[in-house]
């Protein structure tokens, strides 16, 4: 751990900045859309805009690198990042709202697509495992400090925009600094999905259901405290405990599941998080009860992910968990873009804030139920046959599953499976 942080600290110093002001951008226009006036539907288009450019810009981030190289895609996006940031108090109109969210949602995953190429050229086989954790860990606590910093300054105001507009600019700093400008970049192309629902229909289904929980958490939990009357100071509590329980019950979880059938832990984990979503929905009116239940769903969804791709793997030729990162990506984002307007929709029903925490339940409920027939369709894989759980967070591009991919594979046992088997 300690060759990592020396050589790549400039690197996660500036993620950990990048992520500060993505998760106050993220946090604030929920709060910022209720101080407007913006029903709840009209900001669940807002937030859904994100995963729009987010999908978008993991598929075309590699291209644009490849033409014109990883400095000037790194400087030119945040630039742009910091640039629609200050606009968005400037203009508070849900049409230049959505589309700011797509831009942002473009370039943060292009800048996330360059930093873990970096990322990748930095590590060696021996340390790529605890590369990939310590960067998803300070792109988590990045997120989490940057709901303390929703309390410096009033959210009707500038202030609160302009200080993740300068974090972005000066993260850019450290990392073009320090790190090589031209890392050896290679994507592989993706597996098709009708071939990767073959060989797990699971994790398929799986990632496409945590999509949708996923993008609740990131991109409506803000909007769900404003519509229950939360206090700004509450709000921010309130989703950084999503992140906070991602943080501490990812590892137990990864352990829990390399020591058993994971389909079992699925179902498992998969209704722990439906049953904190019940309390959420039940007793949200009781404030510690609601943050109980978001570290629950937090500390649920974020295992989950990592769950379904270390399960998919276990189907998977070595040669093919690489290829297979392109289309668990895109298949979740697919999720990701309708979790927000579906949750939204709920809401401004006569479900009110409930429906939020309902929508949650109803995915979770759905992951139970298809893993548990799945675990009928065909036998586990034996636990020493497995390959290794890496923890892995929803906002990976397909560089950072790469790379999981590859570690798992190195990790994975020396006699490859007879995958046309188990399909």
Not at 83 to 110: D, E, H, K, Q
Not at 205 to 224: I, N, R, T
Request: with cysteine; aromatic share 10%.
């Amino acid at each position: 751990m300690f060759q990592v942080l020396t050589s790549a600290w400039a690197l996660l110093l500036g993620m950990c900045l990048l992520m500060v002001g993505n998760g106050m951008q993220g946090t604030l226009l929920g709060i910022r859309g209720g101080i407007e006036g913006f029903d709840t539907f009209a900001m669940s288009i807002v937030m859904s805009a994100y995963f729009v450019g987010f999908l978008g810009g993991s598929r075309l981030a590699p291209g644009m690198i490849r033409r014109v190289g990883h400095v000037r895609v790194f400087a030119a996006l945040a630039s742009l990042i910091s640039a629609v940031m200050i606009l968005y108090p400037t203009f508070p109109n849900i049409v230049i709202w959505s589309i700011g969210r797509v831009l942002i949602g473009f370039c943060f995953s292009a800048v996330y697509v360059t930093a873990e190429s970096w990322l990748n050229n930095a590590a060696t086989n021996d340390n790529r495992g605890q590369a990939l954790s310590l960067y998803m860990i300070v792109q988590t606590a990045g997120i989490v400090i940057a709901q303390g910093l929703l309390l410096v300054a009033d959210p009707g105001g500038f202030v609160l925009f302009v200080i993740p507009s300068v974090l972005v600019s000066v993260a850019v700093t450290p990392i073009l600094l320090s790190i090589s400008p031209t890392p050896a970049f290679d994507s592989t192309k993706p597996m098709s999905l009708r071939a990767l629902a073959g060989f797990s229909p699971l994790g398929c289904v799986g990632m496409f259901l945590l999509g949708g929980v996923f993008s609740a958490q990131f991109g409506m939990a803000s909007v769900y405290g404003a519509e229950a009357g939360l206090s700004v100071p509450q709000i921010s509590t309130f989703v950084a405990t999503f992140f906070v329980g991602a943080i501490i019950l990812q590892y137990p979880i990864g352990w829990i599941s390399d020591r058993m059938d994971r389909r079992g832990l699925i179902v498992i984990v998969s209704a722990i998080g439906a049953g904190g979503s019940i309390l959420g929905m039940v007793m949200g009116h009781v404030f510690p009860l609601l943050l109980a239940s978001a570290f629950v769903v937090g500390g649920m969804s974020n295992p989950l992910y990592s769950l379904l791709i270390a399960h998919t793997n276990d189907f998977l030729d070595r040669d093919d968990m690489a290829a297979a990162s392109g289309g668990l990506i895109f298949i979740n984002g697919l999720g990701a873009i309708a979790g927000p307007v579906i949750t939204g929709w709920m809401m401004g029903t006569t479900l009110g804030p409930g429906g939020f925490y309902l929508f949650t339940a109803i995915l979770f409920v759905a992951l139970v139920v298809y893993a548990a027939y799945r675990s009928t369709r065909r036998d586990a894989v034996p636990v020493e046959e497995t390959g290794s759980y890496v923890p892995i967070y929803a906002s990976a591009t397909p560089v950072a599953l790469e790379i999981a991919q590859e570690y798992a594979s190195e990790h994975a046992p020396d006699d490859d499976k007879n995958v046309s088997e188990a399909s």
